[in-house]
């Protein structure tokens, strides 16, 4: 393997034409550079120079390596700026995993932050975030795998679920359940209601998912047997919120699942002891990109921002190594 600095020697001399002009331009002795140019001429085992009365001309061999070297250290000085545009945070993408409504939400509000902070990163409208929807499941694959450089997940105060002992759990906001009442409904001007209060209305619910998991767990701790009608599957279903604005039933919904035309949809704080689920930022403890971390920290703000906002005070969650994942 030929030494750069040997190769940009040869290269110096060569565009300057002489010993003691390429000499000045690297800041070198001219026998430094005679030094280095004899050193390379044994490595490659013919001549390279030619002295004349006119400077110093390349030989074919001389021609041809100059030729690979400038194209070699040209590649090199654009990796260097690269790397210093990535590193100073004026270029990048960073892959985000997002559950449905985070990616509706607070992608989008992470994106207005970052570029706040950092105008270059979107320079002629470059694509900064590349979002993918994907459960918790399949984010904290994709972390491990490096597929992912930060995704949004959540966990049910009902049902925790450990996260691998390597992941980096960031807490965003605390996410309150609410009750989705038909515009018309007689409560959905209340200030609060309680399951008791809706325990004669029909319950929309999802097939499966942890959607339906938490209609299943707030009605069960309130002891609430009502009619129950179906509609959706998985953690966000948007059907039961179609439901619930046709005036077909009521259901539970954390406050950031919320989709469907206001106009259409009381959205009620719920009483009681309806837990409320924790929104995080999930990242290998390993990554230090610049742009990852700078990531992370919009979406810290974003989560400050909905805090302030009316959400539960972020003091109730936690941050360390090891917590828990949606």
């Known amino acids: 393997m030929y030494d750069l600095t040997?190769?940009?020697?040869?290269?110096?001399?060569?565009?300057?034409?002489?010993?003691?002009?390429?000499?000045?331009?690297?800041?070198?002795?001219?026998?430094?550079?005679?030094r280095q140019i004899a050193l390379l001429e044994r490595q490659v085992g013919t001549q390279l120079l030619q002295r004349?009365?006119?400077?110093?001309?390349?030989?074919?061999?001389?021609?041809?390596?100059?030729?690979h070297a400038t194209a070699v250290l040209d590649r090199l000085a654009l990796a260097e700026a690269q790397l210093a545009d990535v590193t100073g945070l004026r270029r990048g993408q960073v892959r985000l995993g997002s559950f449905f409504t985070a990616l509706v939400y607070l992608s989008s509000e992470a994106a207005v932050v970052l570029q706040s902070r950092h105008t270059e990163l979107f320079h002629d409208s470059r694509e900064v975030i590349v979002d993918e929807l994907v459960d918790r499941t399949t984010a904290l694959a994709k972390l491990a795998t490096g597929d992912l450089d930060v995704a949004i997940v959540f966990e049910h105060g009902f049902e925790p679920d450990p996260a691998p002992d390597d992941v980096e759990v960031v807490p965003l906001f605390t996410d309150p359940p609410t009750a989705l009442l038909p515009a018309g409904h007689r409560l959905a001007g209340a200030a609060t209601v309680t399951v008791a209060d809706l325990a004669g209305d029909t319950w929309i619910r999802a097939h499966h998912g942890s959607a339906a998991r938490l209609v299943d767990h707030v009605l069960l701790a309130a002891g609430a047997r009502p009619s129950v009608?179906?509609?959706?599957?998985?953690?966000?279903?948007?059907?039961?919120?179609?439901f619930v604005a046709a005036g077909r039933g009521v259901t539970v919904a954390h406050r950031l699942n919320v989709l469907i035309d206001p106009a259409r949809i009381a959205v009620v704080p719920l009483a009681g002891a309806a837990p409320a689920r924790l929104v995080q930022a999930v990242v290998l403890p390993g990554n230090r990109s610049p742009?990852?971390?700078a990531m992370v920290d919009a979406l810290r703000?974003?989560?400050?921002?909905?805090?302030?906002?009316?959400?539960?005070?972020v003091s109730r969650?936690?941050?360390?190594?090891?917590?828990?994942?949606?």
Do not use: Y
């Open 6 to 34: 040997k190769l940009a020697t040869l290269v110096a001399v060569v565009e300057h034409g002489s010993f003691s002009a390429a000499a000045h331009e690297l800041r070198l002795t001219q026998p430094a550079v005679s």
């Open 52 to 67: 004349t009365r006119a400077g110093a001309r390349p030989t074919e061999a001389g021609r041809v390596l100059v030729g």
């Open 229 to 242: 009608e179906l509609a959706g599957q998985g953690d966000e279903p948007v059907e039961a919120q179609a």
């Open 291 to 293: 742009l990852v971390r």
């Open 301 to 313: 703000e974003v989560g400050i921002r909905r805090d302030e906002s009316g959400t539960a005070p």
């Open 317 to 326: 969650a936690r941050r360390r190594v090891g917590h828990r994942g949606s």
